[in-house]
């Protein structure tokens, strides 16, 4: 009879109630006719996983309860404004300055377009807009391969001149014969026609050498009438372009999560936890309290805390996700045995830096015509990005550095004014002294020194799905967890919402059992 409604459009059919993916979200209904009803959860952390766990279940009539140690939700999405605060490890204290509409995200500070976060994005109400990941005006420059002080290359540059020169090798080896147990002739003809456009090189008659083009860029950009442009000069030969090293940069935009368009949230990462707090309801976050013990019984869990006054406190539900980093997971007392603690200990966490540079113009649009993107360099500080929003507007911040492993260690072991001293001696040497005279203010993070959370990602030996991960990835009893680091997209909001999503699904599956 319902396939009848349905085929007269009076109920859903089949195929509208089947979900895109795998997750369906908890109901009050589920427990109709079972004779049971949502319990207590306690969640042990806010993070991204933390609080798509407490927003799913809270869906179902579950009483979750976050305890999250820092005064924010959030976790890694951390959105730097004009004064927000923070301690490190080391006893270091910033308060940012930044102008108002000015911002760093700190953490994640993008989106890819199949990534589901972008679903809760508009589930929640959150707008998005587009985050440049890659720019043909940003630059490259490597010191190492003799890159002068004031004279990077653009991103366009670098890029044809490597397209240009392999498509040449590839033309004259296939002209030459070195291709024909692969191809036929028919082939041969076709890949030549499309490396000749694609590298921007001369025909057979030109023996297709590749001299540069407009892909290059212009000295003098084509106008009106009488102005046909003036093209970059100074072809560099095959030997000095491949010596450069620039050609490593290219996959990064092939990379399945880092390809464009990407986006980001309009005002700043952190209004997906700050939509997410609101949908699931302040009076459910104890924040402030961080988590001192955890203990499970047959019949539910006891989680010890200590409150903001700190006060040592006991808070008990029926089920825990714990949404904690492992590597701090690992040193909370509990009693959910030893292969529980060696899956949580084989996880290692890794380094990540940044610094937001204000600046009071915006001269990397007017002097340079670089709006977004980022720009790549061999320096320690890494990476430059430029910001995707506010353009044309009177300041702007930039992201001076964004490094990782060694580097960033390097720059958690400064103060945050060496930190931004060393970022902006660097800076100079793409971007001339505007980057050192137009500086306002900066703020700076080293993650690894960041309170309760001491890591950006982690190392997962082996992957998820290794057998030492096993007691993680299935409920521990009445314990289950969730993050990122139970994902192959680790360090993504992504991967932490899909863990928590399957917490989430064994949590009520067992509920309804028991």
């Known amino acids: 009879m319902f396939a009848t409604m349905g085929a007269l459009g009076l109920a859903p059919t089949a195929a509208a109630a089947t979900p895109p993916e795998d997750f369906r979200a908890p109901r009050p209904s589920d427990f109709h006719l079972t004779g049971r009803s949502a319990g207590k959860v306690v969640i042990l952390g806010g993070g991204i996983a933390g609080l798509t ?9 579950y009483d979750c309860t976050i305890l999250e140690p820092r005064d924010r939700p959030g976790g890694r999405n951390f959105t730097v404004r004009g004064g927000d605060s923070l301690t490190d490890l080391d006893g270091h204290t910033q308060r940012s300055r930044f102008s108002e509409g000015q911002y760093l995200n700190a953490g994640p500070a993008r989106l890819a377009q199949w990534m589901v976060t972008l679903d809760y994005c508009r589930e929640l109400g959150v707008p998005i807009e587009v985050f440049t990941n890659t720019n043909a005006d940003a630059y ?44 036929t002739a028919d082939d041969k003809a076709r890949l030549l026609s499309f490396i000749e456009d694609f590298g921007q090189i001369g025909g057979k008659a030109d023996g297709y ?11 003098t950009w084509p106008g009106a009438a009488g102005t046909p442009g003036t ?11 491949f010596a450069s090293g620039v050609g490593r940069h290219f996959s990064f935009e092939f990379e399945f999560d880092q390809a464009m368009l990407m986006f980001q949230p309009v005002g700043g990462m952190d209004q997906i936890p700050r939509a997410f707090a609101k ?17 499970q ?17 006991l808070l008990k539900a029926d089920y825990c996700v714990a949404a904690m980093p492992p590597h701090l997971l690992a040193k909370l007392p509990h009693n959910l045995g030893t292969e529980v603690q060696q899956g949580l200990t084989t996880i290692r966490p890794s380094s990540a830096g940044k610094i937001g540079l204000e600046y009071r113009s915006r001269w990397w649009e007017t002097d340079h015509r670089i709006y977004g993107g980022i720009t790549e360099t061999d320096m320690d500080l890494s990476h430059i990005w430029y910001p995707s929003y506010g353009h044309h507007g009177e300041r702007g911040v930039i992201v001076g550095y964004y490094n990782t492993g060694s580097n960033a260690d390097a720059y958690a072991a400064l103060t945050p004014a060496d930190r931004e001293a060393r970022a902006v001696m660097q800076g100079v040497k793409i971007h001339g002294e505007k980057y050192r005279t137009e500086l306002a203010n900066s703020f700076s993070i080293a993650w690894a020194r960041t309170p309760h959370l001491e890591g950006a990602w982690h190392s997962i030996p082996g992957g998820p799905d290794a057998a030492v991960y096993k007691p993680l990835n299935e409920p521990a009893g009445r314990v289950l967890f969730a993050g990122d680091w139970l994902t192959y997209m680790d360090a993504w909001q992504h991967g932490a919402i899909l863990s928590a999503r399957k917490a989430v699904t064994a949590l009520h599956s067992r509920a309804l059992k028991a």
């Open 231 to 241: 093209l970059l000069g100074d072809v560099p030969d095959a030997s000095a372009v």
């Open 53 to 61: 766990a407490a927003y799913e279940l809270g869906k179902a009539g």
């Open 297 to 313: 019984s047959a019949d539910g869990v006891a989680v010890g805390y200590r409150d903001p006054q700190g006060r040592e406190r």
């Open 140 to 183: 490259i420059y490597h010191e190492s391969a003799g890159m002068q002080p004031g004279k990077p290359m653009r991103y366009r540059t670098a890029k044809a001149d490597t397209y240009g020169y392999v498509s040449e090798l590839l033309a004259k080896a296939t002209d030459q014969g070195a291709l024909d147990q692969q191809l």
């Open 209 to 219: 050498a590749y001299k540069g083009g407009s892909n290059r860029g212009y000295t």
């Open 279 to 295: 949908a699931i309801g302040s009076h459910r976050f104890k924040l402030g309290c961080q988590a001192t013990s955890l203990v």
